[in-house]
């Protein structure tokens, strides 16, 4: 393995786990936490919750979408990977476009259509309650945003018809297919994550024989080593042996950095 395939699979497993962490932050909250209670006004603050979860949801999803070219070379000799792959392209296109609308923006015109399709974001009710417009207004927004991803023949591209949120069915129907989605998502990555995890080398770091409060002071030269190089790179010359001492008492021998593609280790008592 040369440096550039090195450099490529640290970059690619950077990626799967916080694309991980992030997708599934946000699944567990939207399919794990149940909205339902015996008390009406808890119910309706945990579906308003679960609305906000799912809005930023798509950020994350989207950020899957923008990086599957880089996860592409990992599916060429797996037949599975593969085809997930390309179900995620296509699925992910309609993320994008819910990303860019719930998330993205609130143009004049989405605001406009949620109130023509969704008159009772301004029920006489809602004057005295807040919580019950906040249901409205966030059930509104996603249908607008879902109903407005259109093919050329102006039909609704994901599901073949307008969905309309006030009817269970068609609310369930959007919300299998983002767990269908969110599942593939999780499943693709820990499988490119395991696939490149034997590729990564890390650096050997020797033990260390500090204290707690030892290692408390270090800490605070170190960043004061550091604050004053940021300040005046004409001491960089003089601390840097300084830093690099403190490394290593830390248990970090700088070496092993270089070996590992880590040529650009601002601590090292190196030349550039």
């Not at 190089?229 to 004409?234: A, K, L, T, V």
């Not at 960089?236 to 070996?259: N, Q």
């Amino acid at each position: 393995m040369n440096n550039d395939d090195g450099k490529r699979h640290k970059r690619d497993f950077l990626r799967t786990i916080i694309l991980l962490k992030e997708i599934t932050f946000f699944s567990d909250h939207l399919f794990k936490d149940s909205i339902l209670s015996n008390n009406p006004a808890v119910m309706l603050r945990r579906y308003i919750d679960n609305q906000v979860y799912l809005k930023y949801d798509f950020i994350p999803l989207n950020l899957l979408k923008e990086s599957l070219p880089s996860f592409k070379i990992y599916c060429k000799e797996n037949p599975e990977l593969g085809s997930l792959y390309k179900k995620l392209r296509k699925d992910l296109d309609f993320v994008n476009h819910l990303r860019n609308k719930v998330s993205g923006h609130l143009s004049d015109e989405a605001l406009d259509k949620m109130i023509q399709w969704n008159p009772d974001i301004y029920d006489e009710f809602t004057k005295v309650s807040a919580a019950f417009q906040k249901f409205h207004i966030y059930r509104a927004m996603l249908e607008v945003a879902v109903n407005s991803f259109l093919d050329e023949k102006g039909q609704q591209k994901q599901f073949g018809q307008e969905i309309d949120f006030q009817i269970p069915s068609e609310w369930k129907k959007f919300y299998d297919y983002l767990l269908d989605t969110v599942n593939t998502a999780i499943y693709f990555l820990k499988s490119v994550q395991n696939i490149i995890r034997p590729n990564i080398k890390y650096i050997k770091q020797a033990k260390s024989s500090l204290s707690q409060k030892e290692r408390s002071d270090y800490f605070r030269e170190t960043a004061r080593i550091a604050f004053e190089i940021e300040n005046d790179q004409s001491k960089k010359k003089t601390l840097l042996p300084r830093m690099t001492e403190i490394l290593k008492m830390f248990g970090i021998d700088p070496e092993p950095y270089a070996e590992a593609g880590h040529t650009d280790f601002r601590f090292k008592p190196k030349g550039r």
